[in-house]
């Protein structure tokens, strides 16, 4: 059974930084789709960055391009999401995640994070 559990989000001003953290395990050996989606209310989900746990290749949403950056500590278990020059429409509950291979179709999912990001 695969465990997520995130930490790290909170209130920002626009152009702030914030570090989301994902504790992971009981994920299978082999290559995994790790990575994060979020959901504002309202609006529908959004795959933002993953990672493949062989590899280590990372794929983003165009809108976070550029100003997040995802990681993996594999010594940890730990999954990271480096969010710079955040913006207001970046507020959404960020959750963590194991993706069905090769897409952006989340598998199981962690209780999320609330980011918060005022202008």
């Known amino acids: 059974q695969v465990q997520l559990v995130e930490s790290g989000g909170g209130s920002v001003q626009a152009g702030g930084s914030l570090r989301l953290s994902c504790a992971a395990s009981?994920?299978?050996?082999?290559?995994?789709?790790l990575g994060w989606f979020r959901q504002a209310p309202g609006k529908e989900r959004e795959g933002v960055a993953r990672i493949v746990t062989g590899s280590r290749s990372t794929s983003y949403a165009d809108s976070v391009k550029g100003r997040f950056t995802i990681s993996l500590d594999n010594a940890k278990n730990t999954l990271y999401l480096q969010m710079n020059s955040l913006k207001p429409e970046d507020t959404a509950k960020y959750y963590c995640?194991?993706?069905?291979?090769?897409?952006?179709?989340?598998?199981?999912w962690g209780q999320g994070t609330q980011v918060t990001v005022s202008s």
């Open positions: 995640a194991r993706f069905y291979f090769g897409t952006w179709r989340p598998r199981d």
């Open positions: 009981g994920y299978v050996y082999g290559s995994n789709y």
